[in-house]
């Protein structure tokens, strides 16, 4: 029946649009980077290291020819007006791979790009991402809007390092750090759920007050006295025997901590719980429908707080990466905007935990990119590269994603009668 | 009724089921003490699969975890046991409304009520699938169930109750037998005896004002929602279209309006193209636009009466100044029009949200009708409004036909599309089926409201397949 009932389009299609985007891109790539680059190769070594096994391209040749694949991509998306995932993917590929083509081939530095270094770096800046935007899904899913992810991922850095330097267990520290990012996630419910506060302003409020509030304990009892207050210690490291040792992303995955592991589980768990159990159907139903899951006997605003204290619980925890990852434990405002790109990535990946998780290893990519090129000496400023991560985001919040769907009754609070 | 199922809590009084006073504190009670109800706003989750919706609250699970398998067995019992087939992998929002209605139906009697509450059931439904509601609920009478059958419409209560009980303004008014007249049951229900005729003079129509022609437009799920509609209004006629909602009536008047884009064809004012206008071209080319919901279109809630009365002209004179808004013209004018419109209000500085419906809708008519019109298109002009403001709302439309307008009326009520107009235009799925006389007989516009021509042997055969294979397949699920 859609097949018959299908409208005649309109030429400028999303895909279209995309192409002729790409076709810029691709055209900017062939030209000014194919130009720039030096004759030098560019080499991709596949281990963690500089050294070892790869490929090399030279490096006006890669420019110029990955400029064009990003260009053909682009092209055929306006010609065909479909295939729009797979093209705009092998676009954006193409403008990347040229644009390395273009800086490892000029660095004074290196020429090398170790690919094994650079998919753990880029799991590793996902980490938060991933527990963050799992925390918006757990919330938002239930129909309460979470924009306070910032705040909580802040606030589970500092409860964790606070508390593990006081217990002097590292994992109790764990512990406080998921139930200081509830503590948050229950000022968020108490005002969105009881007192029908709009959920945006609630969250932004929170962010704030959490980073005023942490800033200030962090300069009055931790900075004074780093020992008693602000020392967690590490994280332990648990490697997988032979895993580990699978190239480029052996050592991403499988050579892990708390961190990278929980956050892979929580991925899988959580994706179960939603849409294979009983509480998941419920939490699927309050977010769409509330007033059908109430005719069902369903307790829609208990289910809501549970949620929200959920999420807490989860971003919290995430939050203790930032501090207890490393032994320099807290320092104020160290989240620095990773809950907003959390929230990006779970718009990104619709709402669905398993698209939150890619969506944030996209932007873990571009973290570990960002990384990578500083460390080559890359002509362009750092500033400039340290925005790529948030360019990203932008594009791909409001270009890639086209229409997403969120939970019907995302941020309407539901009143009976 | 929401009071029965626990949605709100009664003041005072109680409820006795089988004799025995209950509390019914949520509606998980009243599943319990066998009380189920279909609501008018269908409470349906539109993503879910029907399982998942007939399911929900009381899933099938072992140890959390769901057991779908149950769940869709147990779905193709209770259908197939009261002879209502579904698909239970269908997608709520795909589904026609009829189905969905029988998804909360089944819903209900998966939970083992005995009494089925069903409030304004037929409100969305073609004549056929009220027809068919209506054969449902005998079955389940036989079957041994109680049913509270809400509804406006006198033919229904007729067809298929024991008894009847009016209730007006909170009040039993009084209780009637099925064999009593209609007019009888329709003077207790609306307190006075009631017009149901709009009193107006043969028309007499002139030259083509609006002139529509292989319209096509699309519906916000990209979906031909109007599919190569031809129509013309001419000066001095009522056009009226008729139809079950959601056959692109709405997406047809947004169209013409400019507020969605045409794919195709063509729409003429006096002759004149105005396919790609904006809506203020339309309207300040002498088009007046009574919207369908005013609760989303039409009205600033929060606004006064007075400035909703010149929410289209506030930036013309009188109104606007070249920097300014010229207040004393602005109230000068809601005197003006509440003293003519009979608006009840009470005073032209009072937030317009805070009428009631029936006012509300008289100060937009009043907004539209008060610069000179050679076109008005009304969508659902009396929706939700009370049976006073309903008369003096017609009379007024018949007025500005009688003054040369052309007007278009899109109404879902039967009764009011064939009450005002002068011809008839019946739209199914996307196109205009036929032009009638408004004398045709009921059966044959209920025909063509289904999407079936009575007066063409052959059937546009696509259309008439294509209802037939969904129809099969459904069953088909049920038997297996």
Known sequence: MDVELAVPEAYWTRTRKTGAVMVVLGLLATIVFGALAGSENARFALGETVDGAGFDIPGTFGAIFFGLVALAAGVAMLVTGRYFGVLTGVALMGFIISALCWQMSVSPVSHTMPLGFIAAATFTAAIPLIFGSLGGVLCERSGVVNVAIEGQLLTGAFFGALFGTLTGNFWLGLVAAAVGGALLSAILA????????????????????????????????????????????????????????????????????????????????????????????????????????????????????????????????GGAYFSMLSTTGFSKYMVSGAGFIALAAMIFGRWHPVGAFFASLFFGFFGALTGFLNSISSPIPSQFLSMLPYLATIFAVAGLVGRVRAPAADGKPYVKG | MNVLYGLLQPDEGEILVDGAPVRIKGPGDAIKVGIGMVHQHFMLVPVFSVAENIMLGAEPARGGFIDHAKAVKLVREVSQRYGLPLNPDAIIEDLPIGIQQRVE??????????????????????????????????????????????????????????????????????????????????ELMVGRSVVLEVPKEEAVPGEPVLEVSGLVVADDREHRAVDGVDLVVRAGEVLGIAGVQGNGQTELVESIMGLRPARAGEVKLSGKPITTWHTREVLRAGVGYVPEDRSVDGLVKEFSVAENLVLDLYDLPPFGGRFALNLD?????????????????????????ALSGGNQQKVIVAREMSHPLKLLIASQPTRGVDVGSIEFIHSRIVAERDRGAAVLVVSSELDEVVALADRVAVMYRGRVLAVVSPDTPRETLGLLMAGIDPSSSSHTPGREQDTRGEGMSEHGEAAS
């Open chain 2, 105 to 186: 139906i089944v819903k209900a009697l998966t939970r083992d009520v005995d009494l089925l509450i069903l409030d304004e059931p037929t409100a969305v439904l073609t004549p056929q699938e009220t027809d068919e509601l209506l054969e449902v609920m005998r079955g389940l009478k036989a079957a041994g169930k109680s049913i509270v059958f809400i509804t406006h419409k006198l033919r229904e209560v007729k067809a298929v109750a024991d008894r009847i009980t009016v209730i007006r303004r909170g009040r039993t008014v009084g209780t009637a037998d099925p064999t009593a007249p209609e007019t009888e049951l329709a």
């Open chain 2, 329 to 353: 013209a602005i109230a000068a004018q809601a005197e003006q029009k509440i003293a003519e419109f009979d608006v009840r209000t009470q005073s032209a500085q009072q937030p317009v949200g």
């Open chain 1, 190 to 317: 108490v005002f969105a759920i009881k007192y029908l506060v709009d959920q945006v302003v609630v969250g932004i409020v929170l962010n704030v007050f959490a980073g005023g509030l942490t800033a200030f304990f962090y300069e009055q009892v931790m900075r004074p006295d780093t020992d008693a207050y602000n020392f967690p210690g590490k994280v332990p490291s648990w490697p997988v025997p032979v895993l580990s040792e699978i190239p480029i992303i052996g050592p991403a995955l499988f050579n892990g901590n708390i961190f990278s592991y929980g956050s892979l589980i929580a991925v899988v768990v959580i994706t179960i719980a939603l849409f294979r159990t009983r509480w998941g159907l419920r939490t699927r139903a309050v977010g769409e429908h509330p007033a059908a899951a109430d005719t069902v006997g369903i307790r829609v605003l208990g289910l809501r707080y549970a949620n929200v204290l959920l999420a807490g619980l989860v971003a919290g925890f």
